[in-house]
C-alpha cells in the first residue's frame, strides 16, 4: 500500500461523508442548522465550524507535506477561519465550499502524488513549539490519520449532540457497495 493509496480515497470518502452530515443537518434542522456551528462539546473545545475546518486542514497539510511543497497562503487562511471559528463561524455553505476544496484538491493529485521514499525524514512543529522527527510512513499513520479523524468524529459527536439523525450507515456509506448479496439486515 502507497501512502498515495491510503490517504486520497480515505480522505475522499470520509470528506463526502462530512458534506453528507452537513446537508442532514440542514435538511433535518433547517432553523437551527446554522446555529450548530458554534455548539462545542466541551467548554474548552473548538465548536462544530472550527472542526469542520480542522478536518480539511489535516488534508491540506498532508498533501503538501508529503509532497515536499510549501504550504499555499489559502492553508493560513484556513488555520485563521479554524482558530478564530469561534467569533466567525461561517455558514454552512461555506463549510460545505471548504470540503469541495479539498475534494478538489484529491482529485487533482497524480496517481503517485503522496509516495516516494516513505523513510524520507519529516519534522513537523506544532503550534505550540514542539517538533515531532517522523518518517513520512510514520507521519502518515501516526499524525495524519489520527488528527483528520479526530476533528473528523468531533463534528459528527457535535452534530449528534444537537439532534442530527445520524448514525452507523452515515458513517460508512463508502462501503455499502462491498456489502455481500443477502446479507444485509431486513433485505
Same mark, same amino acid.
Given at each position: 500500500m502507497t501512502l498515495t493509496n491510503l490517504l486520497v480515497p480515505t480522505y475522499s470518502h470520509m470528506l463526502k461523508t462530512l458534506s453528507d452530515w452537513l446537508a442532514k443537518a440542514e435538511t433535518q434542522m433547517p432553523d437551527k442548522a446554522e446555529a450548530m456551528l458554534l455548539a462545542r462539546?466541551?467548554?474548552?473545545?473548538? &465548536?462544530?465550524?472550527?472542526?469542520?475546518?480542522? @478536518?480539511?486542514? $489535516?488534508?491540506?497539510?498532508?498533501?503538501?507535506?508529503? /509532497?515536499?511543497?510549501a504550504f499555499p497562503a489559502s492553508f493560513e487562511e484556513l488555520v485563521n477561519?479554524?482558530?478564530?471559528?469561534?467569533?466567525?463561524?461561517?455558514?454552512?455553505?461555506t463549510a460545505q465550499m471548504r470540503i469541495e476544496e479539498c475534494l478538489t484538491l484529491l482529485r487533482t493529485l497524480a496517481p503517485?502524488?503522496?509516495?516516494?521514499?516513505?523513510?524520507?525524514?519529516?519534522?513537523h512543529?506544532? &503550534?505550540?513549539?514542539?517538533?515531532?522527527?517522523? @518518517?513520512?510512513? $510514520?507521519?502518515?499513520?501516526?499524525?495524519?490519520?489520527p /488528527?483528520?479523524?479526530?476533528h473528523l468524529m468531533t463534528a459528527y459527536a457535535i452534530l449528534r449532540s444537537e439532534g442530527v439523525a445520524l448514525g452507523k450507515a452515515d458513517y460508512i456509506p463508502h462501503m455499502f457497495p462491498f456489502i455481500r448479496p443477502g446479507t444485509m439486515p431486513g433485505g
Open positions: 462539546l466541551a467548554p474548552d473545545m473548538f &465548536p462544530l465550524s472550527t472542526q469542520i475546518r480542522f @478536518t480539511c486542514l $489535516q488534508v491540506q497539510e498532508a498533501v503538501y507535506r508529503l /509532497q515536499g511543497k477561519e479554524g482558530r478564530n471559528a469561534a467569533d466567525k463561524p461561517g455558514t454552512i455553505a503517485d502524488a503522496l509516495d516516494g521514499d516513505e523513510s524520507r525524514p519529516i519534522a512543529e506544532i &503550534p505550540n513549539g514542539m517538533i515531532f522527527d517522523l @518518517t513520512a510512513e $510514520q507521519y502518515a499513520r501516526d499524525w495524519a490519520l /488528527q483528520f479523524y479526530f
